[in-house]
């Protein structure tokens, strides 16, 4: 019968699609998952079950505050609950950027007359602008961790401001 049609349904074999979709959604979610991430080493403020805050309260001890701005200027105060905030001003210090970029031999600089004063302070808080760049961060905080200084030929790097806590502002 050549011309003959028969109502019986065509069975399709949909094995080969099946494993082309499966394989296209691993390689859409691999892909995903390789996406890189930079991140920076700090950490991060919490709420105390006491209410205490973690300002310095001992006479040699702050904590430090940088305020840094997306061209690379920074503002950097010291904070302590036992001492009038008029006794610390004096070490409020304002940089302008160099080029976009924080003068970290100033605040250095800076940082560390503040350390030779408060010689137990280990806390600084960074609360950069939402435009700062990674790159400024990443400067501001190595320019509060340590001091690099050479002593009869040699490197050391004395500790200013460790524990850096990065933060932003309440909005």
């Known amino acids: 019968m050549a011309g003959d049609t028969s109502d019986e349904a065509t069975a399709f074999d949909l094995t080969a699609l099946m494993d082309i979709l499966s394989n296209i959604i691993f390689f859409l979610m691999a ?19 006491a209410g205490d805050n ?6 040699d001890k702050v904590t430090a505050t940088m305020r840094l701005n997306a061209d ?15 006794d610390l001003a004096k070490y409020r210090g ?10 970290t031999q100033a605040v250095n600089d800076h940082l560390w007359a503040i350390k030779s004063v408060f010689k137990k302070s280990t806390d600084i808080i960074i609360v950069p602008d939402d ?12 320019a ?16 200013l401001f460790p524990k850096v806590v ?3 502002l309440a909005k």
């Open 54 to 59: 973690d300002t310095a309260r001992e006479e």
């Open 72 to 86: 690379g200027s920074a503002t950097v105060t010291v904070a302590n609950n036992d001492m009038h905030p008029d």
């Open 31 to 49: 892909s995903f998952g390789a996406a890189v991430v930079a991140m920076v080493p700090a950490s991060v403020p919490t709420i105390s079950e």
């Open 131 to 142: 435009d700062v760049t990674y790159e400024v961060l990443v400067d501001a905080m190595d």
């Open 166 to 168: 990065v933060s932003s």
């Open 144 to 159: 509060s961790r340590n001091r690099p200084t050479q002593v009869n030929g040699e490197w050391t790097y004395p500790q």
């Open 94 to 103: 304002r940089f302008a950027g160099k080029e976009g970029a924080v003068d």
